[in-house]
């Protein structure tokens, strides 16, 4: 079975710039949800999506946002870069039903913003 | 607000040598304690979900233990490839406003020399 997938791998962009950076689920999973891991700070929890809607969100400003697709795979954009928005930046999948609470997560994208 | 510390922040062990990570949390009201293996530049990886106080798992030289404020990941002779960082995460149960996000502890760095 397919894990969790995420693209790209490593994305370089200018201070001022926008990034997007996708994900797709474990297959038959409905849950979306993306963290931030900058280096000392630890995860991050930011947006929560369950079949097409954002359900939570983390301590995070508005230039943060995403979205759901009706396959259930999911984009993050960041908008305005700043350079402290160099980090990787994980996916995880839930089912999101019945008693399995478990995230899985992806292999990340490395963002770094010059 | 829901809090998870991780102790020690790093653990030098010879191959053989058995120890025990810490993972004290705080929160509202648990719904499951995860632990996670991280290796350098790549996602977490699940290993196990606990429950209710007193719950155990075992996983090869893994065993993770429960109570009602802190949690517990034994490594039993421990072998160099299992030099990681180990992540605990709490989630709380619905109703508030940290309802699905993992909150996790900044992690304990393992090396296991041969």
């Known amino acids: 079975e397919a894990g969790v997938t995420q693209s790209p791998t490593h994305l370089i962009k200018t201070r001022g710039q926008q990034a997007t950076l996708r994900c797709s689920p474990i297959s038959g999973h409905t849950s979306v949800y993306w963290y931030q891991q900058a280096l000392g700070l630890g995860l991050q929890f930011l947006l929560w999506?369950?079949?097409?809607?954002?359900?939570n969100r983390g301590n995070f400003p508005p230039r943060f946002s995403g979205r759901q697709f009706p396959n259930y795979s999911s984009e993050l954009n960041v908008n305005a870069l700043e350079l402290e928005d160099s980090a990787l930046y994980l996916c995880a999948s839930s089912p999101g039903t019945g008693r399995v609470y478990e995230q899985y997560f992806g292999p990340g994208t490395r963002l770094t913003v010059t | 607000e829901d809090q998870v510390t991780q102790s020690p922040e790093a653990l030098r062990l010879q191959e053989g040598e058995s120890s025990s990570l810490n993972c004290s949390y705080t929160v509202s009201g648990l719904r499951g304690l995860f632990w996670y293996r991280q290796d350098p530049g790549k996602g977490p990886e699940f290993l196990f979900t606990?429950?209710?106080a007193g719950e155990e798992k075992e996983k090869e030289r893994l065993k993770a233990t429960l109570t009602k404020k802190e949690s517990f990941l034994h490594i039993t002779a421990p072998k160099p490839e299992d030099s990681a960082t180990y992540l605990c995460a709490v989630q709380v149960l619905p109703g508030g406003t940290s309802y699905g996000k993992l909150t996790f502890g900044q992690g304990t760095i393992l090396t296991v020399h041969p």
């Open positions: 999506y369950d079949e097409g809607e954002e359900r």
């Open positions: 606990l429950y209710s």
